[in-house]
Structure formats: structure tokens, C-alpha cells
């Protein structure tokens, strides 16, 4: 009987010291405070052109632009959001000629915002695969990428930058990295 009433006791002070806590007042205001930075990776373009698609008469020429569609800042979260892009390059070129690739973001209005030009060397064999420096895009510069509503590709070969029949490929690939700052 002793036993069971300093059991009762126990448990009786146990539940007491779990009902009794400490507690401040909860500042909900720091939700304000709360920002999120999330980062994505993807791919932005890519295309694969036969040296037979290139017609090569001893004079520098253009292939005509591939012009895609790029309307990823037609959505308003995107265009408030974004802090940074970075954009990355890399050309794989299996063709005995040199070549100039002209990256072309274009507004609305097909008007040119920016260019980047990417020089290519000359197939000499082995591995041909170049890695470009990465394209930061922050401040004014990021503005005119949030206009872009188009990306088009000019690809000019080189004039007197190889000799002989022409076979391979030139491989372009590019991918971009999002910065954004949700409030």
C-alpha cells in the first residue's frame, strides 16, 4: 500500500512538471525576414550541324540563324526573381575549318539586345572539344536578358582555315545556372 501511494505520488508530480513550461512570445514577424535561394541547372541549346550542311567555296559564309523561341521570361515570377544567370558553352568541332559562332538575344521586337561570339579553331584531329569561359549575367546586364524572347545562332566559317574535302560535325552545347531570391 506504501508503494502504490509513492507511485501515485510520483506520477502525480511527474504530470505537474510536464504541464508547467516555459514559453515566450512567438515573433511571427520573421517570416518577413525568411528568403529562399534556390539554384537551377538546365540546359539552354544545343545543336549538331553536318559538315555537308556547310557549303564551303573559299569564303567565309553564314549558315542561316537557328532561331528559337526562348519565352522562359514571359512569366512574371521568373523575371522578379532572378538575381544571376550564368551561361556555359562548349563546342565540339570535328570539321577541318575554323569557325565564328554568334550567339544572338533577341527582344520582342526582333531587335539584338547582346551578342557573344565564340571563335572556333580548326579540326587538327584528336579531341576538339572546347569549354568557353562562363557568361555572368547580373545587374544591366540581366536586364537585357529578362527582355530576351528569342536565341539565334550565326555560324560563319572562317575564310582560308582548311584545305581539302570537308566531313565531321560541329556540336554545340550550352546549359545555364539560375540564381534566384524569393521574398
Do not use: H, W
Amino acid at each position: 500500500m506504501k508503494r502504490n501511494l509513492l507511485y501515485r505520488i510520483s506520477i502525480t508530480l511527474f504530470s505537474a512538471v510536464l504541464l508547467l513550461s516555459c514559453s515566450s512570445d512567438l515573433d511571427f514577424d520573421q517570416i518577413d525576414d525568411f528568403v529562399l535561394e534556390p539554384v537551377f541547372v538546365a540546359n539552354l541549346a544545343y545543336f549538331d550541324v553536318s559538315a555537308d550542311q556547310i557549303e564551303d567555296n573559299g569564303q567565309g559564309q553564314q549558315i542561316p540563324p537557328d532561331v528559337e523561341d526562348f519565352d522562359i521570361f514571359k512569366k512574371k515570377f521568373l523575371t522578379d526573381n532572378l538575381a544571376k544567370a550564368e551561361l556555359n558553352f562548349e563546342i565540339e568541332n570535328t570539321i577541318n575549318r575554323a569557325f565564328e559562332i554568334e550567339l544572338q538575344f533577341i527582344d520582342v521586337n526582333n531587335q539584338v539586345l547582346e551578342t557573344i561570339d565564340l571563335a572556333v579553331p580548326t579540326y587538327t584531329g584528336g579531341s576538339n572539344i572546347i569549354k568557353y569561359p562562363t557568361e555572368v549575367f547580373e545587374g544591366e546586364r540581366l536586364n537585357l536578358l529578362k527582355k530576351t524572347m528569342k536565341i539565334g545562332f550565326i555560324v560563319t566559317t572562317v575564310t582560308g582555315s582548311g584545305s581539302g574535302d570537308i566531313t565531321g560535325n560541329l556540336k554545340f552545347k550550352s546549359g545555364a545556372t539560375v540564381y534566384m531570391k524569393i521574398k
